[in-house]
Structures are given as structure tokens and as C-alpha cells.
């Protein structure tokens, strides 16, 4: 009998924490994304790339976030949304323009180290968006395209 009983007051307590946990609510944002400034109008962005960049980066490295339905509810919320920011921090599609020639150069490398080393996208990610996963194409289409892009603009540079 006292095992249910601290079972059940067990069971309450956690259901008031979870609704509890509702109300504390970071903000889910997405700023407004000019083009003129995206990685698009500073960087030729082949169509492969554009597409690989849609499927598995923009959700945690642009403004364009799609978020899930999951990221309304605590405390996978505050996973998510923590995520997001921390990417958005590290390198924004949507903020290229930001980034001088050596900084986007170096972004332009560790693109190709993350895809390639198994880095990117993450694996709490992979989790929930299996279409997510890059092919061994993918990370070369990535890798091609970073390199080229990191010529051109050491070329620029100049």
C-alpha cells in the first residue's frame, strides 16, 4: 500500500512539473531573411547544394527554421530551440553576407570537415529527420562545392 501510494504522489508531482515546465518558454524565432545577404547572392549556389542545404542544414544554420511540432512542448522545446541558436550562432546561411573573406572561407572548411567526419548533421537531429542523413554524394557535392567556393573567394581576395 505505501509503494502505490508513493507511486501515485510520484506520478502527480511529475505531471505538475510537466505541465509546469509548459510556461517557461524560450523564443522560437525566425528573423527576416533578406537575400541580398544570404549565402545565395554571395556564393553561386548549384542547385545539388541548395538542395542538400535545404534538407539537412537549414533548420539549425539559417533563419528559415521549420519548427517541428514537438519543439512546442517542454522541455524538448528548450533542446531544440537551444540547438537552433547555437547553430545560428556558429554560421547562418541567412547572414553570409556578415562574414568577411577569411571567416566564410574558414566556415566554407568546416563544412566539409563536419559533413565528412560525421559531424553534421547531428545525430539528435538524424533521430527525428531521417532525410536528413547525407550520402556519400551529398558530402562530396558539399565538398566540391566548398573548395571551389573558397578559390574563388581567395581569388577575389587578391
Given amino acids: ?3 502505490r501510494r508513493i507511486m501515485k504522489w510520484s506520478l ?6 510537466f505541465v509546469g515546465a509548459q510556461f517557461i518558454r524560450p523564443a522560437k524565432t525566425n ?3 533578406e537575400q541580398a545577404k544570404a549565402i545565395g547572392a554571395e556564393a553561386p549556389l548549384p542547385e ?3 538542395s542538400v542545404f535545404k534538407r539537412a ?3 539549425c544554420h539559417s533563419n528559415e527554421t521549420v519548427w517541428p511540432w514537438y519543439s512546442n512542448v ?3 522545446s528548450w533542446f531544440v530551440i537551444d540547438h537552433v541558436n547555437h547553430g545560428r550562432s556558429h554560421m547562418n546561411f541567412s547572414e553570409w553576407a556578415r562574414y568577411n573573406p577569411r571567416e566564410a572561407a ?3 572548411e568546416e563544412i566539409c570537415k563536419e559533413v565528412k567526419g560525421g559531424g553534421m548533421p547531428l545525430n539528435s537531429y538524424l533521430l527525428l529527420h531521417p532525410d536528413a542523413k547525407l550520402s556519400d554524394d551529398d558530402k562530396q557535392t558539399l565538398c566540391d ?3 571551389a567556393e573558397r578559390q574563388r573567394l581567395a581569388l577575389r581576395s587578391k
Avoid: F, G, K, Y
Fill in 1 to 3: 500500500m505505501r509503494i
Fill in 12 to 17: 502527480i508531482t511529475l505531471a505538475v512539473l
Fill in 31 to 33: 528573423p527576416p531573411v
Fill in 48 to 50: 545539388q547544394v541548395a
Fill in 57 to 59: 542544414c537549414n533548420d
Fill in 74 to 76: 517542454a522541455p524538448a
Fill in 106 to 108: 574558414e566556415l566554407l
Fill in 145 to 147: 562545392w566548398a573548395s
